[in-house]
Structures are given as C-alpha cells and as structure tokens.
C-alpha cells in the first residue's frame, strides 16, 4: 500500500524568504507521480507542481520546485520568495500507475504555512 | 467550461437520513473520484471510477455508495448519514489513465460539499 507523509502540520516563513514543506512516501510501485496541491482558506484545490518517478530533472514551476530525492523517498516542495497569498494549507499525493494503473490520488496530512509580513 | 460542479455546497442531516452528493464534470474525463476532507487526516479517498460502468473502493469507502451511469456525472450517496460523516466532501475528475503515461495527470477538483450530520 502507498502511503504519504507530511510531517510539519504547521510553518511560519517570513514573506521573499524561501521555505520548504516536507513530504515522504512509501511505495512498492517502480512507477509513481507526486504532486502538490495547494488549498487556500476559501477551500478550493489548486494543482502546483507534478513530478514523476522516472524524470531526471527536479520539476519546477515558477517560484515552485520540488526537491525529489527517490532513495530517500522524499519530494519535498520549495516556494522561493514567499508572498502573502501563498498562507494556505498544502497538499503532497502520489499517484500509483502500476499494472492496474487505476489512477488513485493518495493524500498526506497536509501542511499549513503561514506568510508573515 | 464550467469544470467540476458539485451540489449541494452546504447540506446539513439528520442522523439516520440519506441524501445524495452530485457531481458532474464536462471535461470528457474517463476518471472520477469522491474524496472527504477531515482536520489532521488530509483527504482520504471514498470511491472512484475509471469509467462509465466501473467503480471501485477507496480507503474509506463505509457508509457510501456510488454509481457511473454516465461519463459526466458520479453521486455519492450516503445510505444512512452517521455523525462521523460530517466532512468536507471533494469531488475530483481526471483525463483516462491509459493516456496518462509519461505525463502529469491532473485532478480537477470540484469547489466542496461540506456536510453536518446531526
């Protein structure tokens, strides 16, 4: 079974500085996607950044990266120069693909970071 | 492209009763999925689709029954509403699996039905 980690409920960063939210998985699966979705206080999901497990440059988008560290089955997301609007609730999944390939999104806890200004 | 659409946004029950959650989404999406959202658990898949005619249990699937009659639409129902079913409910849509491979598969989520069972 797949599971995600994220073990810092809650950050604070001071806003233009960079931070980073944990995020460890655990899987059997040679072939994974790890994603990030961010969540802001008015609820909606909003996809950030995708990385697969055979890809062999760290993804990035924007002020987004993700620091994937297959051995230690880690990706952890990096936002450079934090803003306000980046105080959310942030989510780290993994996708199975597999021989079934169902599709199955499995969720961490969640990480919530507060920009302080 | 109205995306994912769910109703209702606001629900409260009664222990006991049943009610279903609607979900539709117009983006040809093969994939459809029910996900609740609880303080400290993250969200935790209920059931979820593949396609019309197919689906399958997540991790929390008790208490819930679907169906996929259409590509467009997955209800969620809830048989006999227990308080431990009050949550924030996700309704989340992606492209077919099949077409997934080497690339990114993005969940499109719908905007929540938060749900109070009393």
């Known amino acids: 079974a797949q599971k995600i980690t994220q073990t810092q409920p809650g950050m604070f960063v001071q806003e233009k500085e960079a931070v980073t939210l944990d995020c460890t998985y655990d899987?059997?699966?040679?072939?994974?996607?790890l994603f990030w979705y961010k969540q802001p206080s008015s609820g909606e999901m909003i996809f950030l950044i995708y990385?697969?497990?055979?890809?062999?440059q760290n993804a990035t988008e924007g002020r987004y990266s993700l620091n994937f560290q297959k051995a230690r089955k880690s990706a952890n997301l990096v936002i450079s120069a934090s803003q306000l609007g980046d105080s959310a609730m942030y989510f780290c999944?993994?996708?199975?693909?597999?021989?079934?390939?169902?599709?199955?999104?499995?969720f961490g806890q969640g990480t919530t970071l507060q920009v302080k200004p | 492209n109205a995306g994912v659409t769910q109703t209702p946004k606001f629900q409260v029950l009664k222990t006991g009763q049943s009610m279903t959650l609607q979900c539709a989404q117009d983006?040809?999406?093969?994939?459809m999925s029910w996900y609740r959202q609880d303080p400290g658990m993250g969200l935790r898949l209920i059931h979820y689709s593949v396609g019309a005619g197919i689906t399958d249990q997540g991790e929390v699937p008790n208490g819930y029954n679907v169906s996929r009659s259409t590509t467009e639409d997955f209800p969620l129902r809830l048989l006999s509403a227990a308080p431990s079913q009050t949550s924030v409910y996700f309704c989340?849509?992606?492209?077919?699996?099949?077409?997934?491979?080497?690339?990114?598969?993005?969940?499109?989520f719908g905007a929540g039905s938060r749900l109070t069972v009393l």
């Open positions: 990385q697969g497990s055979y890809d062999q």
């Open positions: 999944a993994i996708l199975q693909r597999g021989s079934s390939n169902t599709g199955k999104l499995i």
């Open positions: 989340a849509s992606s492209p077919s699996p099949s077409r997934r491979r080497g690339g990114a598969n993005v969940l499109t």
């Open positions: 983006m040809n999406h093969e994939y």
């Open positions: 899987t059997s699966d040679p072939s994974y996607g």
